[in-house]
């Protein structure tokens, strides 16, 4: 099989393409085959630039300034001949490089598993059936279907186009989209068409804007035409979050201040009369002891983690700084179908000529009949009926099919049960299955009449028609929309049985009618059609969509998500306004955001019309009032975006269809469904939302709030812990008194003790009032509400502390300075990792349970094994300076280490109170978790 890119697939005709590739242009390849291929041609995928190897990974960790510094001590320690100081800092170098190795590793992995989740799909037809695969499983032969929005997942010959447009310019540079047809290019095989005019190809990256389409794949991965250019675009560089990139600062500014106060305290030691050598190192150690070179591995770690958490919880965070504004969203704008609703529609009422009629039955099971006033209806005696019922049915897209599964009960009797589902939109699927209840008994339908020509639906006219063939060869035109939409079209209608002019008086009976209907919380649809004359096959519908005749209405319902209703309360709670966005009708988008708790007695409702007629700064005034946008179409929800920013919102906007896509770019945190979505708006989201679901955006949102929280705990700790140690030996030496720290504990206090909690803390548990704060603002400091202040003090006091425990032993036995150093040493570890307990919570370490994280709890064990390590093992004493410690050296220990937390602690309970939340709250508010 030849699938060279050098073939010129458009001088082919189509089915001489599918030849050549053996395909079929009806039912595709079998599966058997496609996997034969796959293993031949390998997966169509560009190859990504090489990932870092291990190794280079691990060599990074010893790149940096930090090392640098201490490889120099090293060297300087081993030509004075302290060999063993020259091997220990070795060690401890690294082991912290295997820490930080172990770290960046976990968090490449994750974010790995999130880029491969995020890829694209696409829609190809296997042994007769249509499936949803992921594009990257394309093999040449497969017959793909294309739509608007679509990427276009592989180099393809298209075999059908109906008004499809493909926009190229990621391979062309040209942005007006190109239409495209099924002709051969005829030209001499030895002239190359330029791609821009091979309008029978569809080229892998670039992206459908109109139409619908199929064809057959002829190139993928490094064979299709991106993949030739695809190395000059692999420099894509990883975006770093707002919070990396101002730690990044901050950790220079901490560079100089540490290079500054290591200077101060050599000089101070060298004046009270230590010798230079050990003041070296001991600045060398505070030098090291003041950058936390640890951070920015560990923000990366927390947020790689949270994301991971995120997608447990259905949330598919596509760029990472979307996870740092997440916990800054303000108002999350959410479109009504599918995401506040469960998007199942059930058609429940049909209404013409001022009768209306029950449906019964429910879900997608076509088993169910029309009704009126409580008496069963014949459909075939109701030509109105009938007429409705035939264009739901042929102005369709949508495919009902049926899954039977068969068990057998203990007495070996068979059951089957029927499963029915819609592959396309559920309203359409709605619609068939009305056909289908309409048809049971009713057989004779016209199925032989053909399609010639279609104007799909879209959310901006609200209308979808098609032209169809009778075997009589007479053309008629069927339109379905918004009851608005029609009857702007419709001069006449069916009424009582009779072609009557449609009246003022009627037009308003139909809408009344269709108001009514809304009020119910139901979805409204219009039928119409039009017997043509003098049409010309080819001939575009909007020239012949007017004058139609109207015909009735029906109605559906689509019962909201039930996570729904405690998401929204809890965004209240949370201080985030909720807005729905729906193109439909008014009075039915009220009566669902009733449902779902989203009016609460107060809130504007607010149509398309009325928003056009605005300015941006009468919009933006109301936007702070208006809850609901009902008939509005795609760029209204830009301006709704943007007035609302105007006013210092941070939004979050969701949406599906390609035309949502600039809202979605231009909020702060673009929203794209999963299930619905087209490609082109999940590429412009920064959150791709797996279920579709309301709820799971709400939960991104705790998460992120959590993430951010976590992020602060753990700079809270590193940080105060560093404080402390500068401290201690500042002190120390502008007060002369003799070191109280030697090089290596500060080294192992750093590198090694300090690393696993600091881990830990960036999985906490989010706390308890999380989602009973207000949104903090996009531009706040990570130092503000109070963080800065809690660092310098209980820094502070651990500093102050260890000096005080070092000075009393000291004081007892002036000659044993190993053991007043040990004191010290125990003493500054144990204060931290009770200290980390405290960093737990923004009011007191008594606001929450200690066993709550495990990972904290065997953090800090393991923490203290390794310093008892050190402590008590007697081939490390020499090593770390340190000596055994008895009863009465403990007994300073604990109270002298456990002073900074507690006062704090009750400093915290007498100025906080208590949080807010409460279990029982909290645990109600647990349902919104879809999980
Ligand atoms: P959203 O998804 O934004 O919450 P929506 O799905 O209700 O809103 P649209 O899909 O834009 O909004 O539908 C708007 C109106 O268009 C509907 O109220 C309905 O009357 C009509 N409509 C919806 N789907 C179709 C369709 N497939 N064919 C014809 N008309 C339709």
């Not at 099924?182 to 091979?198: C, F, H, N, S, Y």
Request: net charge neutral.
């Amino acid at each position: 099989m030849d699938t060279q890119p050098i073939r010129k697939w458009y001088t082919l005709a189509a089915a001489d393409v599918t030849d050549a590739l053996h395909s079929d242009a009806a039912q595709g390849l079998t599966q058997q085959e496609a996997e034969r291929r796959l293993a031949k041609h390998g997966a169509n995928q560009l190859a990504e630039t090489k990932r870092k190897p291990l190794y280079a990974v691990f060599v990074d960790q010893f790149k940096d300034f930090m090392v640098l510094i201490l490889f120099i001590a090293t060297l300087i320690s081993y030509f004075l001949g302290e060999y063993l100081d020259a091997i220990t800092i070795i060690a401890i170098i690294i082991i912290n490089g295997i820490l930080g190795f172990i770290q960046e590793a976990k968090a490449e992995r994750s974010l790995q598993a999130l880029k491969e989740l995020a890829s694209p799909m696409a829609r190809v037809m296997r042994d007769g059936h249509l499936a949803m695969i992921p594009a990257s499983r394309l093999v040449p032969g497969d017959l793909v279907l294309l739509e608007s929005g679509d990427r276009v997942p592989a180099d393809m010959r298209l075999i059908a186009a109906n008004r499809l447009e493909i926009e190229e310019s990621a391979l062309t540079g040209e942005s007006v989209p190109v239409g495209k047809t099924v002709k051969t290019i005829e030209q001499a095989m030895d002239v190359q068409v330029p791609l821009g005019d091979q309008k029978n190809l569809g080229f892998m990256g670039t992206m459908v804007t109109g139409g619908t389409g199929n064809g057959i794949v002829v190139a993928t991965g490094m064979g299709t035409e991106i993949g030739k250019i695809a190395h000059l675009m692999n420099t894509a560089e990883e975006a770093e979050t707002p919070l990396q990139m101002r730690l990044e600062q901050m950790g220079k500014i901490l560079v100089v201040v540490a290079v500054l106060l290591t200077v101060v305290v050599i000089a101070a030691g060298v004046w009270h009369g230590h010798d230079l050598f050990t003041m070296f190192l001991a600045g060398v150690s505070l030098a090291v002891a003041a950058i936390p070179e640890g951070l920015p591995a560990i923000v990366t770690v927390a947020l790689a983690l949270g994301v991971q958490r995120m997608i447990r919880r259905n949330a598919i965070v596509r760029k990472l700084p979307s996870v740092e504004t997440l916990g800054c969203a303000s108002v999350i704008c959410s479109d009504k179908t599918g995401t506040l609703t469960q998007n199942k529609m059930t058609a429940t009422h049909v209404w013409h000529s001022d009768t209306m009629y029950e449906v019964s039955g429910s879900g997608y099971d076509p088993e169910g009949a029309f009704h009126h006033q409580g008496k069963a209806v014949s459909v075939g005696r109701d030509g109105a009926l009938s007429q409705i019922l035939r264009i739901a049915e042929r102005c369709n897209n949508a495919r009902l099919t049926c899954e039977e599964s068969s068990t057998r009960n203990m007495l070996g009797l068979g059951k089957t049960t029927r499963f029915w589902q819609v592959i396309g939109d559920p309203t359409e699927g709605a619609l068939k299955v009305l056909a289908a209840k309409g048809q049971n008994g009713n057989k004779n339908n016209n199925q032989q009449s053909m399609r010639v020509e279609e104007l799909p639906f879209d959310s901006e006219r609200k209308m979808m028609s098609v032209v169809e063939k009778g075997t009589d060869g007479i053309y008629s035109l069927l339109t379905k929309g918004a009851a608005e939409a029609v009857l702007a079209r419709s001069t006449h209608i069916l009424w009582k049985g009779e072609l009557q002019p449609l009246s003022a008086t009627l037009r308003h009976q139909v809408l009344e009618q269709t108001e009514r209907m809304a009020g119910k919380a139901l979805r409204v649809l219009a039928f119409a059609y039009k017997t043509l004359q003098g049409y010309r096959a080819g001939q575009p519908i909007n020239t012949v969509e007017s004058n139609l005749v109207f015909v009735g209405l029906a109605g559906m319902i689509d019962p909201p998500r039930e996570e729904v209703r405690p998401a929204i309360s809890l965004c209240h709670q949370a201080g985030i306004k909720t807005v729905m966005i729906t193109g439909d009708h008014k009075v039915t988008a009220e009566a669902i955001a009733r449902q779902i708790g989203l009016m609460r007695g107060y809130g504007e409702v607010l149509e398309g019309r009325e928003l056009d007629s605005m300015s941006e700064s009468e919009l933006a005034e109301h936007a702070e009032r208006v809850t609901v946008y009902a008939r509005v179409s795609p760029e209204h929800k830009l301006r709704i975006v943007r007035a609302l920013q105007s006013r210092g919102h941070v939004v979050a906007m969701t949406g599906d269809g390609v035309n949502d896509a600039p809202a979605i770019k231009t909020s702060d945190i673009g929203i794209a469904m999963g299930i619905t979505g087209t490609d082109v708006t999940k590429e412009a989201a920064d959150l791709v939302l797996r279920d579709d679901n309301f709820a799971t955006i709400v939960a991104a949102v705790e998460e992120g709030r959590n993430i951010y929280d976590n992020i602060r705990k753990f700079i809270r700790y590193l940080l105060a812990s560093n404080v402390g140690e500068i401290l201690v030996m500042f002190f120390a030496m502008i007060l002369g008194m003799p070191l109280p720290l030697v090089p290596i504990q500060i080294l192992w206090v750093n590198l090694v003790t300090d690393g696993l909690p600091a881990m830990a803390l960036g999985v906490d548990q989010a706390e308890k009032d999380t989602m009973y704060q207000h949104p903090r603002n996009k531009s706040e400091n990570i130092f503000s509400r109070g963080l800065g202040w809690k660092i310098v003090s209980r820094g502070f006091l651990i500093g102050a502390m260890t000096l005080l425990a070092f000075w009393l032993t000291l004081r007892e036995n002036p000659n044993d300075l190993v053991h007043a150093q040990t004191v010290a040493f125990v003493t500054l570890v144990m204060a931290q990792l009770i200290h980390v307990f405290d960093c737990r919570s923004q009011y007191s370490v008594f606001h929450r349970n200690v066993f709550e994280n495990k990972y904290l709890v065997w953090a800090v064990i393991s923490s203290l094994v390794l310093v008892l390590g050190v402590v008590y093992i007697d081939v490390l004493q020499p090593i770390f300076k340190t000596t055994d410690l008895n009863f009465r050296d403990w007994a300073l220990i604990l109270v002298t280490s456990g002073i900074p937390t507690f006062v704090a602690g009750i400093g915290g309970v007498l100025t906080s109170g208590r949080p807010r939340a409460n279990k029982q709250k909290r645990s109600s508010m647990r349902t919104v978790r879809p999980d």
